[in-house]
């Protein structure tokens, strides 16, 4: 090495090291710890949570206190009372099928033929006029009136001169009548039969018939 270089070398570390030895020496200033209390933790957590707790309480408003409603209980149903009912028993008494003395009738027309003229399958000339007469007798329990009863063509040979006749007198239950009708025989020849009726009000009755043979 070089002398010139290495004295320049020598110098500064030889300041450096004065330099180092004139410093004051600084003691490590140490602090001890101080012992924890493992309760005190216990006890700030505590006080914490009540302070906050507290402090929560205190901005709550008050609730108004709610009251339990009781569970409605089944109200026991009343039992209905028994109704009494009347049995109303009616004795209807039988018709008796046999009739009651004296023979009472039941209200209706009705009639029987007693004689006819002419009879009936008589022959009468084609076109000749004659006069039919019924003879009949009166068994309803009813009276024909004159003013109530007549008789008329009902059906079959219109071989009559009039349609209808009017009774010339009242004919009482039991009596005789005569129904008296004037004819014509029909002008061609041949086997022909008129039906006439008596009649009540709207009441037909009593048919009579007359079956003749034209010539």
């Known amino acids: 090495m070089n002398r010139r270089r290495l004295k320049p070398t020598l110098f500064f570390l030889l300041i450096g090291a004065l330099t180092l030895a004139c410093a004051p020496t600084f003691a490590p200033a140490f602090t001890p710890i101080p012992t924890l209390d493992p309760n005190a933790v216990f006890t700030a957590i505590q006080e914490t949570g009540e302070a906050a707790a507290a402090q929560t ?69 084609a076109g000749t006029n004659f006069s039919m ?43 005789l009548a005569d129904i008296v009708v004037d004819m014509v025989a029909p002008p061609k020849p041949g086997k022909y039969q008129t039906v006439w009726t008596l009649q009540s009000g709207k009441t037909e009755f009593c048919k009579l018939t007359l079956t003749i043979l034209s010539q």
């Open 57 to 125: 309480q205190a901005l709550i408003t008050p609730s108004a206190t709610s009251t339990e409603t009781p569970t409605p209980t089944r109200t026991p149903s009343e039992t209905p009372s028994p109704t009494v009912t009347f049995i109303f028993i009616l004795n209807s008494p039988t018709p008796s099928k046999t009739p009651p003395p004296g023979g009472a009738r039941t209200a209706t027309y009705s009639c029987k033929l007693i004689s006819q003229t002419p009879a009936d399958n008589s022959v009468i000339g």
């Open 133 to 175: 007469r019924w003879q009949v007798q009166n068994t309803g329990s009813l009276a024909w009136y004159d003013t109530e009863t007549d008789y008329h063509y009902l059906s079959g040979a219109q071989m009559y001169v009039r349609e209808g006749y009017d009774l010339t007198k009242s004919i009482p239950s039991g009596e």
